[in-house]
């Protein structure tokens, strides 16, 4: 079965480190990718995704993720995190398969920041 | 902006109720989905629906039931609540297969089954 593997649950930074949040899918077909962002307390929310084109793809608030087909990966990078990047982040996968737009989504890293 | 509301934000049901979560967008979307969220589990697919009266089962459809009457509503329905449904309901939308599939999430549905 398809499915999509963030393998860090939790992750604990200091404000300034530099953030990679890995991601991992199981499908040899064509795919899209995202990466969502749940702030406490509010709405999951679309950061990046890719489609097709330049594999490195930008993201609101300085994040970016680039697509590596070779290694079926799709990593979350930030070059300086803040505190307010505190939050969860969902890997997700659409599979163009079924008459819906079926999302497979990753169990989530939750990331920590210190102030 | 799209809007996805969901009728309420937090719930308190007794073991053995019939629970209703009702989920509303208005961006004239035709596919709904019904996700449970709980930690360490990410977002699991209950059910989701590709129109109108239509319906396929997601991942974990047992205890559940969903009805799509209008195509702006989505309803989740627990026939017989249990402590095991416990969890954060999350209701999404996203439009036809031409555009770019991405999801609008509701806020959420805090459920708690004593």
């Known amino acids: 079965a398809q499915s999509v593997s963030q393998h860090n649950h939790h992750v604990i930074l200091s404000e300034a480190a530099s953030l990679e949040l890995g991601c991992n899918y199981s499908y040899g077909g064509t795919v899209n990718l995202f990466w969502y962002v749940q702030y406490p307390g509010q709405h999951l929310q679309l950061l990046l995704k890719?489609?097709?084109?330049?594999?490195l793809v930008k993201g609101i608030k300085g994040f970016e993720a680039e697509f590596i087909k070779s290694k079926f990966s799709f990593n979350l990078r930030k070059p300086s995190v803040q505190w307010s990047d505190t939050a969860e982040y969902f890997c997700?996968?659409?599979?163009?398969?079924?008459?819906?737009?079926?999302?497979?989504f990753g169990s989530g890293t939750r990331l920590s920041i210190r102030p | 902006d799209v809007k996805v509301t969901q009728s309420s934000r937090y719930l308190v049901k007794r073991t053995g109720e019939k629970v209703f979560l009702e989920c509303v967008q208005d961006?004239?979307?035709?596919?709904m989905f019904w996700y449970r969220q709980d930690p360490g589990l990410g977002l699991r697919l209950i059910y989701f629906?590709?129109?109108?009266?239509?319906?396929e089962k997601g991942d974990i459809p047992e205890g559940y039931s969903v009805s799509r009457e209008k195509k702006e509503r989505f309803s989740l329905i627990l026939e017989s609540a249990s402590t095991n449904q416990t969890s954060m309901y999350l209701c999404a939308s996203v439009g036809d297969r031409g555009t770019s599939y991405e999801q609008y999430f509701g806020p959420g549905t805090r459920l708690t089954v004593t």
């Open positions: 890719y489609f097709s084109g330049d594999p």
């Open positions: 629906s590709y129109d109108v009266k239509m319906k």
């Open positions: 961006m004239d979307h035709e596919n």
């Open positions: 997700a996968v659409t599979l163009p398969y079924s008459s819906a737009s079926k999302i497979i």
